[in-house]
């Protein structure tokens, strides 16, 4: 089930993000997202975040910021299962553009946005981590 985000999600929620990123992103150094996760989690709310749960357990969840996907993240246990493809799909239902940022190096997450119906638009280096990250644009 995908629902709105409630406050009572966001320990979770954050738990999910790091280590979502930190297995990711191998390439950048896990301290960089932990050095963020205060700020993120006081902007998380800001956004517009939907959770999939299932059996009352929130296995991932999607930020969007108006048409800009702000991230989509799995807990490590429930990937490739369709959480991802779900999340997105509803965002599409939603909106009726979408774009976001990913990191050149995160091969699956380029192809996975690739598969549905992404393409690249800009390549850009990321200010805060040096590494090079895709723009990457979908329209109905």
Known sequence: MIR??????????????LDTNTNAHDFIPASYWQGNFEEVKRMLPEADIFVYEK????????????????GIFIDSSCQSQGIGKALLNHAKEIR??????????????????????FHQVKEQTDEHTGETELVMEWTK
């Open 4 to 17: 709105e985000f409630t406050a009572n999600d966001l320990d979770v929620v954050m738990k999910i993000w």
């Open 96 to 117: 009726s553009e979408l774009s976001l940022q990913v990191y050149k190096n995160n091969t699956g997450a380029v192809k996975f946005y690739v598969r549905e119906g």
């Open 55 to 70: 059996n009352n357990a929130i296995q991932g969840f999607i930020g969007l910021i108006e048409n800009y996907i702000a």
